[in-house]
């Protein structure tokens, strides 16, 4: 059994990108106001009575072993008010938790089917859990009801959300890459979760063979190849999405736990929920610190790849028998 974490705050996994930008949304003008209007479509005891008529909820009698699992998570994340757990007959692999004040978790019949393994479905439950322990339920919910209706469904207001959604998907994907960490920590076995990332991003074997180590290294060729245009590629493929790739989550989840402070919180180093949290200007430097490789890199990216941009046009009018230019954009010398 994995190793218990008593009064572990949610502030062990929050990635610092996280807790940033859920604080910049909160700042941006009138953020909060679209929050109750969206919130104000649906109400958390309206949601559970769908689930409640159409859906399994798990109880000791009703799904023992799964609601076995979700106490297991529980008992290692030492979190006392367990969520409710549903599972929805649904094709779609997919798993979340919704709701305000009492928050619960709903899980696939698809998701089930392809993480078919416990310590799978360990670490989807504790990834939902760290959901719910972060305080990340209310924004998420409400990100929910605008992915799920769409923003021209809420017309004449729709094209105005445009941004929020976007700000909100951007803080969405980050809160993801968070509650990944929950889940190692529930299950503490890197193996275990990067073996799920493989099946959300590839489905089960079907009676082949399937190499995580092959994942692991698919994951770090897409982190780290590719020129100019492929990194422009990865924004506007990711823009609209609510969740990283499952590559990318794979090779955020490993770089942490080899950074040594996976190591640490399981061996008890880490923030308990009875002591202050850290200010709001440490987690701007944390997630400066996190974002300024990033930006240094697409810059000089963007930068290189503008100058072979204009160095190519000249090019294609200098004619047949002209030189062409240096990388530097200057005339090559005669040799």
């Given at each position: 059994m994995p190793t218990p974490l008593p009064q572990i705050s949610s502030r062990a996994w929050e990635h610092p990108a996280d807790r940033a930008a859920l604080d910049t949304l909160r700042a941006i003008p009138g953020f909060d106001e679209v929050v109750r209007k969206v919130a104000g479509f649906i109400t958390e005891r309206g949601v559970r009575q769908l689930f409640l008529a159409n859906a399994v909820q798990v109880t000791p009698a009703?799904?023992?072993r799964l609601h076995a699992l979700l106490n297991d998570v529980c008992t290692t994340l030492d979190w006392p008010d367990r969520p409710e757990l549903y599972v929805t007959q649904s094709p779609k692999v997919n798993a979340y938790a919704i709701g305000?004040?009492?928050?619960?978790?709903?899980?696939?019949?698809?998701?089930?089917?392809?993480?078919?393994?416990?310590?799978?479905?360990?670490f989807l439950l504790a990834h939902e859990l760290g959901h719910i322990m972060s305080g990340h339920m209310l924004y998420r919910t409400v990100a929910l009801v605008i992915l799920t209706i769409g923003t021209m469904a809420l017309f004449p207001v729709g094209l105005a959300l445009l941004p929020f959604q976007l700000a909100l998907l951007e803080w969405h994907r980050k809160s993801e890459l968070s509650t990944d960490r929950a889940g190692l920590l529930a299950v503490q076995d890197a193996v275990v979760a990067q073996r799920g990332f493989m099946k959300l991003a590839g489905g089960p074997e079907y009676g082949d063979a399937a190499s995580v180590e092959e994942f692991m290294r698919q994951a770090a060729t897409y982190e780290s190849g590719g020129d100019t245009w492929d990194e422009i590629l990865k924004l506007v493929n990711t823009a609209f999405r609510d969740h990283p790739f499952n590559t990318v989550r794979a090779g955020a989840l490993e770089r942490w736990r080899t950074a040594g402070e996976y190591d640490a919180i399981v061996g008890g180093i880490y923030p308990r929920r009875t002591e202050p949290g850290p200010r709001l200007s440490d987690d701007y430097a944390e997630a400066t610190s996190y974002y300024s490789s990033k930006v240094r890199r697409g810059f000089d990216n963007v930068s290189d790849a503008a100058r072979r941009a204009a160095d190519?046009?000249?090019?294609?009018?200098?004619?047949?028998?002209a030189p062409p230019s240096a990388p530097t954009g200057e005339p090559i010398p005669p040799v």
């Open positions: 009703q799904r023992p305000f004040e009492r928050p619960f978790i709903v899980i696939t019949s698809g998701a089930l089917e392809l993480l078919d393994a416990d310590d799978e479905r360990r190519a046009f000249r090019d294609a009018f200098r004619g047949p028998d």
